[in-house]
């Protein structure tokens, strides 16, 4: 470039943010209420040499922006913003500081961890110390690229209808042998006709994938030699992680990534993405300045009342991002309509999402954030999923989302676990494993959080395994957590995860302790996939993986989270396949009820029995030894397709009494793959052994094809 030793910016436009391209020239634009002045830093290819230093001469409201007509798609740039340094009133700026621009799509550069990078001296953080980092900063590349959508489509999947997958990219297909080698463990693979071919045969509709914006490795990560491999950690809202990507073809990271979306859209699979707009990779007070604490920090941070140098910690993670801001505010709905409008994202789950409802007196279902959401004509049609806490005052908040978002439900979660895994730990404490009343109310949607704020049962988003603790496997062979390897003395992770080893700790060869295990495994799945509610489905549980008992492997990039394909567990996958197509067959479990549907008499379909046939009413419901119970879906004689779950989580076999009518048996949690080809006609006594369930459908209907 030249032209830049005369290059003059021209004053430019306020809108958009960012560094835009329009065939000429770009414009760059960035905001900062408290700034002084913003210089734009040009670099040279490599990144490591300053070619110009402009000051952007437009200053709309908040807004500083310039027009650079040199400045084409490749161009490398920084920014600079002048400021006072007075952390006392949360101002941060510091001039020596190369940052980041926020709205940057391509990041050029690997952040290592260098004093330069630290505006204060640690020891002494009110006092500035001036050490440039331009050399070591992340930059900013401008972008101006195409991309052939062809005719790609939103598969637009009912939540009745869902099923989620939530998984890794890099976990997920890094050690599948299907897959090319030069693609394994990135977007291409994920894209993969093997990848797709697995998601298809298992029958689930959406991809949810750990984050895949740009993000950072904590310092203390990468002095242990670890770093953040879930990725919760972000610095680019609207930067591909090049980390993800394989490069093969020349594509770019955005590209590749679009071409993953366009092939799992092709095969009617939705993509989901976990966000993270609740904090930033910039840590706590004595953190690195990169982006936002360099640009305004008093602006983008929510700041401690009282001692304006530190950040309220929401997050966890040392700061909070204030969406309560309307630049902060903007640049959250810019990147989400980004991910919707140009990379075809089909929804999102949004990390510690109480952060974003917060306001000055606590969360409120009518904080900015939601009112943006529900008005915007790109957001509103897709998918809004809620991990409803964080860990500020008030911040669990299950059941207070507004109508319409799903819930990530740890009640459901935590309901299941104990009616099947705690009862078979303590089978002679019956009070530890919960009651049927709880349980029951956990399979027919949750009414207890949702019905009385006319919320349907799909907002509860039903989980039993997600990517934070216990594989399902390692859920049933370990007591203790095994987290060494994450560097924190096995002091990580959560204490009690409701989880019990069967009998043995780890790996075993007992054939008792294993059919415990495995039956145990199908009886959880069957009780997410055949609950009311949207089930998702945790990477690797259909197969049998396991991560050694490490119930938080945030920081392990390698074989304790890489699913492995070629040790899967065949009875397991071919179970968890025939349980979904047995769900997306049988239509009641799609009906949207909590107590029943009703007819024309006020009689409703759903009713609950004793083993013995005698119905199940009264302060029997939260009797704490009483570990059976039957389901009935429909009437016999009136409904289309009535179903019968009969359900035993004690420790020895219960016989039930069938109603009238002749009975298929439809599924067997008691058998590797599921099978039950039998009939019984009504009043015949059918045993189901410990825990288990068995699922049947009345024989005089059409059959259920398997």
Request: net charge neutral; hydrophobic share 35%.
């Amino acid at each position: 470039m030249d032209e830049l030793s005369a290059a003059t910016l021209q004053t430019g436009q306020a809108w958009p943010l960012g560094a835009h391209f329009d065939g000429h020239g770009t414009n760059f634009a960035v905001f900062s209420a408290n700034a002084q002045a913003v210089d734009l830093c040009i670099f040279d290819g490599t990144a490591n040499h300053e070619l110009a230093r402009l000051r952007l001469p437009g200053h709309t409201g908040d807004v500083w922006h310039g027009y650079l007509p040199s400045a084409k798609p490749g161009t490398v740039y920084g920014l600079r913003v002048r400021g006072p340094w007075r952390p006392d009133r949360g101002h941060r700026f510091d001039a020596s500081k190369l940052l980041l621009d926020p709205y940057a799509r391509d990041i050029v550069g690997e952040f290592i961890w260098r004093p330069e990078h630290f505006a204060p001296d640690r020891q002494h953080p009110r006092h500035l110390e001036t050490h440039d980092n331009a050399k070591l900063a992340l930059k900013a590349r401008v972008v101006h690229e195409s991309f052939e959508w062809e005719d790609d489509q939103a598969p637009n999947i009912p939540l009745a209808g869902s099923i989620l997958y939530e998984c890794h990219v890099k976990g997920f297909s890094q050690r599948n042998p299907q897959v090319p080698p030069e693609i394994r463990g990135t977007f291409a693979g994920m894209g993969h006709s093997a990848s797709i071919s697995h998601l298809k045969s298992l029958g689930v509709t959406a991809v949810n994938l750990l984050p895949v914006h740009y993000s950072l490795s904590e310092e203390r990560l990468v002095g242990m030699g670890l770093s953040n491999y879930w990725g919760y950690n972000t610095i680019g809202f609207f930067c591909v992680n090049p980390r993800l990507c394989s490069g093969v073809g020349g594509l770019s990271p955005r590209n590749e990534f679009r071409t993953m979306v366009q092939a799992l859209h092709k095969a009617g699979i939705e993509v989901i993405l976990d966000v993270v707009y609740n904090h930033t990779a910039e840590a706590d007070h004595s953190g690195p300045t990169i982006s936002f604490r360099g640009l305004d920090n008093a602006s983008y941070y929510r700041l401690t009342p009282g001692d304006p140098s530190r950040y309220e910690n929401y997050s966890g993670c040392g700061n909070t991002l204030d969406v309560q801001q309307p630049r902060v505010l903007q640049l959250v709905m810019d990147s989400l309509r980004y991910w919707v409008s140009d990379m075809h994202v089909d929804g999102f789950r949004f990390d510690l999402a109480t952060v974003l409802g917060r306001t000055d007196t606590g969360f409120s279902q009518q904080a900015a954030f939601f009112a943006a959401v529900a008005q915007d004509p790109v957001l509103c049609r897709v998918k809004m999923i809620a991990e409803p806490w964080d860990i500020g005052p008030g911040g669990y908040q299950v059941g207070q989302f507004p109508r319409g978002w799903l819930e990530w439900n740890d009640k459901f979660r935590d309901s299941v676990r104990r009616f099947w895994v705690q009862s078979a730990a303590s089978p002679q404490s019956a009070a530890v494993g919960g009651t049927r009343g709880d349980f029951a109310m956990r399979l027919c949607g949750s009414s207890d959080l949702y019905q009385s704020r006319r919320r349907a049962p799909a907002e509860s988003l039903n989980y039993v395994i997600s990517h934070d603790g216990f594989t399902l496997r390692d859920l049933l062979s370990y007591n203790q957590r095994r987290n060494l390897a994450n560097g924190e003395e096995n002091r990580d992770g959560q204490g009690n995860s409701l989880n019990f080893n069967c009998g043995f700790e780890g790996p075993s060869e007992v054939p008792t302790v294993n059919r415990m295990r495995s039956r145990l495994q199908r009886t959880l799945l069957t009780t997410l996939l055949l609950a009311q509610g949207t089930p998702m489905l945790c990477a690797g549980d259909e197969m049998g993986h396991t991560q050694g008992g490490n119930n938080n492997p945030y920081c392990q990039d390698g074989p304790i989270t890489w699913l492995n394909w070629e040790s899967q567990d065949a009875d397991l996958l071919a179970f968890t396949q025939y349980l979904i197509s047995l769900r997306h067959q049988l239509n009641p479990f799609a009906n949207q009820w909590y107590s029943g549907v009703a007819d024309a008499e006020g009689n409703y379909d759903l009713s609950w029995w004793n083993a013995d046939g005698s119905a199940l009413q009264g302060d029997v419901w939260h009797h704490p030894a009483h570990r059976s119970l039957a389901c009935l879906i429909g009437k016999p004689g009136r409904s289309k397709s009535p179903l019968l779950l009969l359900i035993n989580s004690g420790v020895s076999p219960v016989t039930f009494s069938l109603p009238r009518g002749e009975w298929q048996a439809l599924l067997d949690t008691s058998h590797p793959r599921g099978l039950a080809v039998w009939r019984a006609a009504g009043s015949t006594p059918v045993p189901v052994v410990a825990h288990s369930i068995l699922l049947l459908q009345q024989a005089t209907t059409r059959q259920f094809q398997r």
